[in-house]
């Protein structure tokens, strides 16, 4: 993966880190949410791929791809609001 495919990962995870905010309610950073949303996209793919008995394609974008990386960056977003105020908004 070069440049440009590190840029959309960027991208993409800030999309899904800003899509899963709003549902959830948190108001974060730009840089949290870029966060969020990468490391939520692994964990749902990685999910999806355990689920349905497949490896997973890091690179491939399929629409069902990002469902799964927002259901993931939610899931993750619930997990450090939990821990940050002891409570999933």
């Known amino acids: 993966m070069g440049i440009g495919g590190l840029i959309i990962w960027l991208i993409f995870g800030g999309l899904i880190g800003w899509l899963a905010s709003i549902i959830m309610h948190d108001r974060e950073s730009l840089l949290m949410n870029i966060i ?9 793919g990685f999910l999806f791929g355990v689920v349905r008995g497949g490896g997973t394609r890091l690179l491939a974008f399929r629409p069902i791809g990002f469902v ?6 939610m899931i993750l977003l619930g997990i450090i609001n939990l821990f940050r105020r002891g409570r999933v908004r």
């Not at 969020?36 to 749902?44: A, F, K, R, Y």
């Not at 799964?68 to 960056?73: D, K, R, T």
Request: glycine letters at 26%.
């Open 68 to 73: 799964v990386s927002l259901i993931g960056a």
């Open 36 to 44: 969020v949303g990468i490391v939520g996209s692994l964990i749902g």
